[in-house]
């Protein structure tokens, strides 16, 4: 028979199983890490709203709003932890986004507001960000607004936000790459 004290050194021992942040830690925020030294807190802020905080290795940030975690409404530089309010830039309006669908795999859907564009997305794959596996999607998006400009997010239904994994216009295609997730402290 083991005795309490042996079960207790030996379970120091063993590793902490990884907990994964769910959808219930969106409210609170989940941080995302970017391979490169950059990360990014995704916040529910309301019903289908999710908030993103950027921070980059040079320590300046931006604020993101996007509706259903994918949709873009608005985004303001961080300088120095002040938002740079000449910055501001309103991309669609509430009105405008609530024409997009919520995302899904293996669909196709369009906005046709000022605000909207295309989408595109593939079927469920698993993803593995540090020890955690979600599945996912990947989502093109294209933009009414901003021809030649496309971008490709990785979704996450569990948590319902969007990766941004590729941006792509004139000038080439720049790829993000995450490599870990945390609940916010």
Known sequence: ????????????????????????????????TLQGGGTELHKVIRKDWVQI????????????ELFH????????????????????????????????????????????TAGGGTAKSGPIQPVQLGDCVYNSFDV????????????????LPALRTGLLVAAKDESGTQNYTYTDLRVSQ
């Open 53 to 64: 905080r950027a921070t980059f290795p040079d320590g300046d940030a931006s604020q993101l």
């Open 140 to 155: 093109v998006l294209t933009y009414t607004n901003d021809e030649g400009y496309v971008e490709t997010y990785r979704y």
């Open 69 to 112: 975690g994918l949709y873009l409404s608005a985004s303001v530089a961080i300088a120095n932890g002040i938002p740079q309010l000449s910055e501001a830039f309103t991309y669609a309006t509430e009105t405008e986004l609530q024409q997009w669908q919520p995302p899904r795999p293996d669909g196709a859907w369009d906005n046709a």
């Open 1 to 32: 028979m083991m005795r309490p004290l042996a079960i207790l050194a030996a379970l120091a021992g063993t590793p902490a199983l990884a907990t994964c942040p769910t959808a219930a830690d969106m409210t609170g925020g989940v941080v995302f």
